[in-house]
């Protein structure tokens, strides 16, 4: 059984961790790796540029979307994607565990689980813009 009282406050804490932990993993890319460093790596893996500044511009404007709660269910489709992209292109190689030589995707996995519970769930307690349930 949802507890009904308690839903909106879970979906709010799910949602904002993880809208921070895309910010955070956005500040890596451009602090750490730096942008031409993340462009570099992507076409290492015989991936476009373009890519690159697509992932990090979802990352940016998802998280931000999920913390505010603009959106936010529908922000975690297209995040989950990612994740997937991420699974298959990057680490899906390296094995199960994320500490892994390279990552494993053990991580992306539950990133992607937790980001279609939220596009399951629903926004939660003070979104900013509703997404309405198609």
Known sequence: MIDVKTAPYAA???RVSL???FLAHLSLKVFVFTVPGFVGFMGSLGLPPVVAYVTMALELVGGLMLITGF???WA???LAALMLGTIVSVHGHNGWMFAN???????PAFWLAALLVVALLGDGAFALR????A
């Open 12 to 14: 709010l804490l799910l």
């Open 76 to 78: 975690a489709l297209p």
């Open 19 to 21: 809208g921070i932990l």
């Open 101 to 107: 030589k390279g990552g494993g995707w053990e991580f």
């Open 130 to 133: 509703r997404s309405h349930a």
């Open 71 to 73: 959106y936010a269910r």
